[in-house]
Nanobody, 125 residues
């Protein structure tokens, strides 16, 4: 089973950049579809981005298209979320998630079996 640990969160001014990382333990990382979700205090946990097992197919929520990029390194067992042109509304706790059962990619949180502890991203003005 894979254990997930996120890092890279912090405070950033609007228009700035952050790169989140999610390190996965275990030897079967490439068996998992990976996703990033986020949750703010007033909202439910929402989908952000997902990537298939080999890193060839990605999907994003419309509000982050062109600003956030998901990628993965199956040798290092890390999935990344490059965040550019950040907006105050991007403020949230960001969680990475893994699914061994999903085919392709998934934008639905219930499709994921494993979750990290989250990392805070705060857009400051």
């Amino acid at each position: 089973q894979v254990h997930l640990v996120e890092s890279g969160g912090g405070s950033v001014q609007p228009g700035g950049s952050l790169k989140l990382s999610c390190a996965a333990s275990g030897r079967t990382f490439s068996n998992y579809v990976m996703g990033w979700f986020r949750q703010s205090p007033v909202k439910e946990r929402d989908f952000v981005a997902t990537i298939d097992r080999i890193g060839h197919s990605t999907k994003y929520v419309d509000s982050v298209v062109g600003r956030l990029t998901i990628s993965r390194d199956n040798v290092k067992h890390i999935v990344y979320l490059q965040m550019d042109t950040l907006k105050p509304e991007d403020t949230a706790v960001y969680y990475c998630a893994a699914s061994e059962s999903v085919i392709g990619t998934s934008m639905v949180s219930s499709g994921y079996d494993l979750w990290g502890q989250g990392t805070q991203v705060t857009g400051t003005s």
